[in-house]
C-alpha cells in the first residue's frame, strides 16, 4: 500500500473510515467504500480527486477502478469541484408535478447558471437529482446537509439570503 496515497487521506478521515471498516468483516473491508467515499469527499471540499479516490481504494484494498465506478454511479458523489453550497434539486415525477421546473427556473435565474454549473464565486452549484425522498412536501431541494420543502419562488429567496 502505498504510503503516498494514504497521506492522502487525513489522519481523521482515516480514523472515521476505520470506524465504519469494523463493522464488516475483516475479509470484507472493501464494503466501507462508500463512507469512506463520503469521508473523503468532505474532506476535499465536496468533490472527490482520481487521486483521492485511489486512495480510498488502496486504503480498503480493492481495485482503484472498483472505487471509481462507486464513485462514478451514485449522485451523492462529485467527480469535480462543487461550490461552498451544493443545491439538490429533486425533479422527480411528485416534485415536478408540485413546481420544481418552476425552482429550477428561479434558481437558474437568480443565481445566474444552469443545472450542473456553479456560480462564479464559487458559492453555489446547482444539481438535478432523482429523487430526495420528501414527495409529501414537493418541491424541494437540499442545501448541503439540509432539507428545504414547498419551495414558492419567495422561500427560494429567504433561503439563500440566509446563507453565509
Avoid at 487521506?9 to 473491508?29: C, F, G, H, N, Q
Avoid at 467515499?37 to 472527490?48: H, P, V
Wanted: charged share 25%.
Amino acid at each position: 500500500m502505498s504510503e503516498e496515497k494514504i497521506t492522502l487521506l487525513s489522519d481523521a478521515s482515516r480514523a472515521e473510515i476505520d470506524r465504519w471498516v469494523a463493522k464488516y468483516p475483516t475479509e470484507k473491508k472493501q464494503s466501507a467504500v462508500m463512507a469512506a467515499l463520503r469521508i473523503a469527499q468532505e474532506q476535499n471540499g465536496g468533490w472527490l480527486s482520481n487521486e483521492l479516490i485511489e486512495a480510498v481504494a488502496h486504503y480498503l484494498e480493492m481495485a482503484p477502478i472498483a472505487a471509481y465506478e462507486v464513485a462514478s454511479f451514485y449522485s451523492m458523489y462529485e467527480l469535480s469541484p462543487v461550490g461552498r453550497h451544493k443545491i439538490n434539486i429533486c425533479t422527480n415525477i411528485s416534485c415536478m408535478l408540485r413546481g420544481s421546473d418552476e425552482v429550477v427556473s428561479h434558481l437558474e435565474q437568480r443565481l445566474g447558471i444552469k443545472l450542473g454549473e456553479t456560480t462564479e464565486d464559487g458559492r453555489f452549484t446547482l444539481k438535478e437529482v432523482e429523487c430526495l425522498g420528501a414527495c409529501v412536501n414537493a418541491p424541494m431541494f437540499s442545501i448541503d446537509k439540509t432539507y428545504y420543502e414547498n419551495l414558492t419562488p419567495e422561500t427560494i429567496d429567504k433561503i439563500l439570503e440566509n446563507l453565509e
